[in-house]
């Protein structure tokens, strides 16, 4: 996607940042007006026992991902990782033999979760985005935008048991539908596991989420790609400040394996921590809004800020 010549640059020349700007504003608009028609309640704390779907209630999400990353020096096409959920992440190929270079990106999210029991609950997911890229090396500075269906999820998630004399212990699973890369797009080549277990100590939750995502090998045209396995620690703290709000804060440590193209790595194997800050809050007994900032505090320079709806029917 970030290349310098025509093949991984389609559309590089046809750029006009008004057009940026109007999609950017596009999204927010739709996304805040979904949220500020949802009827307001009171007395409507927010709960960790929610993680969980009703059996047999539906519950819709719309999510808004933002991050801009900034590079130099790099040399290998490491790729850019948007984190659009706790433990969900979209990635994007970078140019190999980029010097300098700078990049905003806009994920929408819409995902549907449905209670099979009280203690399991099927989803499905499906995320589209929106990319700028700005860079210059030797030869020159270039310009690109990318507009496209990213990928599709299909998972369970599992209650082992519930808080009560020890933690809470809950497990997912999830397989990639589809996944588009660079030239060409995957099915079925990717898979995540997962644990979060929790404790609350009113008003307080203590939390700690694992994953790892393994991706198998696909082809993207020409080439054999095989994208790095990812392995996501995140211990954090939410503190209830009334029925309506909550804050949140933690750390993330993610392990990123290099990818690889015709059995030739590019790139290595990376390592970042981030601080994590977000908040909560409960518009009404079936609605919340959720924001997350990650920020970089050691790895990739960079940011993400995350923006969800969850409403149960």
């Not at 929408?108 to 589209?128: C, F, M, N």
């Amino acid at each position: 996607m970030c290349c310098r010549d025509e093949q991984k640059y389609p559309n590089q020349g046809n750029i006009m940042q008004p057009n940026i700007i109007r999609t950017a504003i596009f999204h927010w608009t739709a996304f805040f007006c979904l949220a500020a028609f949802a009827p307001a309640r009171a007395e409507l704390p927010l709960t960790v026992e929610d993680l969980i779907t009703d059996k047999g209630k539906i519950r819709l999400e719309l999510s808004k991902a933002y991050a801009n990353n900034d590079r130099a020096g790099v040399a290998a096409g490491e790729p850019i990782t948007v984190q659009t959920g706790d433990a969900t992440f979209v990635t994007l190929p970078t140019m190999v033999g980029e010097s300098r270079g700078n990049s905003d990106t806009l994920i929408s999210t819409l995902g549907l979760r449905y209670g099979l029991t009280g203690a399991i609950e099927i989803y499905t997911r499906a995320a589209y985005l929106f990319s700028s890229i700005r860079g210059s090396d030797p030869s020159g500075s270039f310009n690109s935008s990318d507009n496209r269906f990213a990928d599709a999820w299909a998972g369970l998630n599992y209650q082992f048991k519930k808080d009560d004399a020890t933690p809470a212990l809950m497990g997912f699973a999830e397989l990639a539908a589809y996944e588009r890369h660079r030239n060409d797009s995957a099915s079925l080549k990717s898979w995540m596991l997962g644990m979060t277990t929790y404790r609350a100590i009113d008003p307080v939750v203590l939390s700690l989420t694992a994953s790892y995502r393994y991706n198998h090998s696909r082809k993207d045209g020409e080439e054999s790609y095989n994208p790095g396995n990812i392995l996501l620690i995140n211990p954090s703290t939410a503190f209830a400040v009334n029925d309506r709000i909550t804050l949140i804060t933690g750390l993330q440590w993610t392990n990123h394996l290099a990818d690889t193209r015709d059995g030739q790595s590019r790139g290595f194997r990376r390592t970042r921590t981030d601080l994590l800050l977000g908040a909560g809050y409960g518009i009404s007994r079936d609605s919340t809004l959720n924001l997350t900032l990650t920020g970089n505090a050691s790895g990739r320079e960079g940011a993400d800020l995350r923006l969800s709806w969850l409403h149960t029917f």
